[in-house]
């Protein structure tokens, strides 16, 4: 299994960024993926999450209205658009495979993580 994601760089407040995520090495299709982020010394948390289809989503309280969750199964592809950025959206993001089909914000349901993308929101 491997996740590589991309798109993370500075943005200012108010702007925008596209993170991608292209999964190898599994049958993309037939997992749940999500998106998690960290700051330095607090725990990974929640982003995003979508199922196999792309038919239920969820997010966090503090992205929903602003980001949205994507997938492309026919090139392998998660995504994340990220609008309205904020100061605290300020983290390393990390795309992750869930252990089964299903959508789910519980960290501990997913078995595979990329190595993470740092997106900065700065003046």
């Known amino acids: 299994v491997q996740l590589v994601e991309s798109g993370g760089g500075l943005a200012q407040p108010g702007g925008s960024l596209r993170l991608s995520c292209v999964a190898s090495?599994?049958?993309?299709?037939?997992?749940?993926m999500g998106w998690f982020r960290q700051v330095p010394g607090k725990e990974r948390e929640f982003v995003a999450t979508?199922?196999?289809?792309?038919?239920?989503?969820y997010y966090s309280n503090s992205v929903k209205g602003r980001f949205t969750i994507s997938r492309d199964n026919a090139k392998n592809t998660l995504y994340l658009q990220m609008n309205s950025l904020r100061p605290e959206d300020t983290a390393l993001y990390y795309c992750?495979?869930?252990?089964?089909?299903?959508?789910?914000?519980?960290?501990?349901?997913?078995?595979?993580w990329g190595q993470g993308t740092q997106v900065t929101v700065s003046s």
């Open positions: 979508i199922n196999w289809g792309g038919g239920s989503i």
């Open positions: 992750a495979r869930a252990r089964t089909a299903g959508s789910t914000s519980s960290r501990g349901q997913y078995n595979s």
């Open positions: 090495g599994f049958t993309f299709s037939s997992f749940a």
